[in-house]
């Protein structure tokens, strides 16, 4: 497949929202360009005593809703336009979450492997100090995302404090449990997804309980979404991870699996109960009720779509489906909960952290979760209500939906601030 550009394609599901909401070129224009792009040069003394020069972005899409707030990511193929995209992504899901935040992303182009951990420290400190002028606890507020983590996070919350002389535990998000993270926030995003395919289920099948389950990628999103989907009485017949899967129709012990997987690297090694084991494409067609894509972007293609037997698919990766695959999908009934609504229980957590961090931690982790519970159930309810009630469903999705309510509100808080 030719490689898409990430930006190309935003500004492409931007234009038809804008289109199927009425809206004016005008609007497109002003929301299809960030509001700021900052590009940063990243010298790294090298444990040999080298220096190596990285390159680093931080994109503020939009800040009608609040401050900017998106993750950081760490990789050798990032580009400038993927950073801008991911940020507008951001803008929307943080609307369709009904969160008080604008879209913002962060990159570094490197290959976190290959660095040791004091230039790994290093390589952080020095990124977040050069963007440290247009972060802030009310102005931008990173997060992990691909190869990086909470103890990332606290080199940045640390090199804040430092440049700004003071404890500034909000800056940052997914940060450690003993500086103001939240346990939850690790287990939210699979959480999440899991909630949203219960809800589904309800509409589709009358309930969860005895359906059967796919997971493709078996990380922290997929391994939790199994895990909570398991709990709430599904059966979960195969997982996979990037070295392959296993089927078993009597159903898998999200826990077992995960252990044997901790242990040995991969899910193929577990051997309780397995039928079969099956590639990491096949996984996509087996005939469940259920598929939850948690591993990577563009899976489900035109090639592979018309071969999905699933009912309901549960995004918790981003971007796992492509524009021509969901039109396939459309056709043929099968209900896909869009990324953005999906797997925003990340960010819901984070939003739950940077308020707990603001009033001095009173929340508690029973609390934390309650909450992201009933904010999933909520916004799922939105979603499918304006899906069936304003739109035709033979022709759109709820993507459409969850894009239309996502870009109105931004619009809305746009116009009441005299943007447009």
Do not use: C
Request: hydrophobic share 40%.
């Amino acid at each position: 497949m030719a490689h898409r550009d990430p930006y190309e394609e935003a500004k492409k599901q931007l234009r038809q929202t804008v289109d199927l909401l009425g809206l004016g070129d005008d609007i497109y224009v002003m929301l299809a360009v960030p509001e700021r792009i900052i590009q940063v040069k990243i010298p790294v003394k090298m444990d040999d005593g080298s220096v190596k020069v990285f390159i680093g972005w931080r994109s503020q899409h939009n800040s009608a809703l609040g401050p900017y707030k998106g993750g950081v990511r760490y990789h050798p193929d990032v580009t400038m336009n993927e950073v801008i995209a991911l940020s507008m992504w951001m803008t929307w899901k943080n609307s369709l979450a009904g969160l008080p935040y604008g879209g913002g992303k962060g990159g570094v182009r490197v290959d976190p492997h290959m660095l040791s951990k004091s230039e790994l420290e290093r390589l952080s400190r020095a990124y977040f100090e050069a963007i440290s002028d247009i972060v802030g606890v009310d102005q931008d507020i990173p997060a992990p995302d691909v190869y990086t983590d909470p103890q990332v996070m606290t080199w940045f919350f640390d090199q804040y404090s430092r440049v700004k002389r003071g404890q500034y535990f909000g800056v940052v998000t997914g940060k450690p449990l003993d500086l103001g993270g939240l346990y939850t926030r690790i287990i939210s995003t699979g959480y999440g997804t899991a909630i949203t395919a219960r809800e589904a289920a309800k509409k589709v099948f009358g309930g969860v309980e005895g359906r059967t389950v796919a997971v493709q990628g078996y990380g922290n999103a997929g391994y939790y979404a199994a895990k909570f989907l398991h709990e709430m009485g599904a059966k979960v017949v195969a997982v996979s991870d990037s070295r392959g899967g296993i089927y078993s129709s009597k159903g898998l012990d999200p826990d077992d699996v995960k252990a044997v997987k901790n242990k040995t690297g991969s899910v193929i090694y577990y051997e309780k109960g397995v039928e079969k084991k099956i590639g990491i494409d096949e996984i996509l067609e087996l005939d469940v009720d259920i598929l939850i894509p948690a591993a990577i972007e563009n899976v489900i293609t035109e090639e592979n779509a018309d071969r999905i037997k699933a009912k309901i698919i549960a995004e918790a990766a981003n971007g796992p489906t492509t524009p021509e695959a969901e039109d396939i999908l459309t056709r043929k009934g099968i209900v896909v909960i869009p990324d953005i609504l999906a797997n925003s229980g990340g960010v819901i957590v984070s939003h739950i952290e940077w308020a707990n961090n603001r009033i001095g931690g009173l929340i508690t982790e029973e609390e934390a979760k309650q909450r992201l519970e009933n904010k999933m159930i909520t916004n799922f309810a939105r979603v499918w209500d304006y899906w069936n009630k304003k739109l035709d469903t033979s022709k759109h999705n709820m993507r459409t939906a969850a894009y239309a309510i996502a870009v109105e509100r931004v619009v809305n808080a746009m116009k009441l601030r005299g943007w447009i």
